[in-house]
Antibody
Framework: EMQLVESGGGLVQPGGSLRLSCAAS????????MHWVRQAPGKGLVWVSR????????NYADSVKGRFTISRDNAKNTLYLQMNSLRAEDTAVYSC??????????????WGQGTLVTVSS | DIVMTQSPDSLAVSLGERATINCKSS????????????LAWYQKKPGQPPKLLIY???TRESGVPDRFSGSGSGTDFTLTISSLQAEDVAVYYC??????????FGQGTKLEIK
């Protein structure tokens, strides 16, 4: 059974850092583009970042560029999001998601339940 | 960036009736070389992850009931639920994956029972 399980969320002060993890199982992790998407309380879905299957290509939303870093460890079937210089507006549930097939420019067919990040003093 | 605009923001429909949600993109998401519209629809229920319903504007994801259908091309798209069931209460989002990144979503349409 395909599973994506996020962890690492929590309460952090403005300017602080957090590292999110997404453990994948049930599919050949290294073959898929993976994404992070966030949803602030009461708001809609916002794409955050993506990474290619081999980790060689990454992209970011303008709102997080220079502060967040996406990475993956294919030997551990795990996706990461290192979040630095956190701001109150980064407060959201962060979910990892898989691209629909092995290619780029695809929708997201599997999503994790998400992990809540709260940035507050 | 492509802006996705959904209408209406909320919708109340009686059980068994048709529900229609619209999505408009600020520029075409039709890739002419393969004639595919890079447009997806998702269903989001509270406490659950989003569920992919439709991709390529009209292709139903495996396991999605056939009462869900997608149509449209270019910049204007529609998600139709032919006969609303109680379990369809959710927020629905359209997403373009044509000009990405960023992969932009609509603001969401909240569907309720009348």
């Amino acid at each position: 059974e395909m599973q994506l399980v996020e962890s690492g969320g929590g309460l952090v002060q403005p300017g602080g850092s957090l590292r999110l993890s997404c453990a994948a199982s049930g599919f050949t992790f290294s073959r898929y583009w993976m994404h992070w998407v966030r949803q602030a309380p009461g708001k809609g879905l916002v794409w955050v970042s993506r990474i290619s299957g081999d980790g060689s290509s990454t992209n970011y939303a303008d709102s997080v560029k220079g502060r967040f870093t996406i990475s993956r460890d294919n030997a551990k079937n795990t996706l990461y999001l290192q979040m630095n210089s956190l701001r109150a507006e980064d407060t959201a549930v962060y979910s990892c998601a898989r691209a629909h097939d092995y290619h780029d420019y695809r929708p997201f067919d599997y999503w994790g339940q998400g992990t809540l990040v709260t940035v507050s003093s | 960036d492509i802006v996705m605009t959904q209408s209406p923001d909320s919708l109340a429909v009686s059980l068994g009736e048709r529900a229609t949600i619209n999505c408009k993109s600020s520029q075409s998401v039709l890739y002419r070389s393969n004639s595919k519209n890079y447009l997806a629809w998702y269903q989001k229920k509270p406490g659950q992850p989003p569920k992919l319903l439709i991709y390529w504007a009209s292709t139903r994801e495996s396991g999605v009931p056939d009462r869900f259908s997608g149509s449209g091309s270019g910049t204007d798209f529609t998600l139709t639920i032919s006969s609303l069931q109680a379990e369809d209460v959710a927020v629905y989002y359209c997403q373009q994956y044509y000009s990405a990144p960023p992969y932009t979503f609509g603001q969401g349409t909240k569907l309720e029972i009348k």
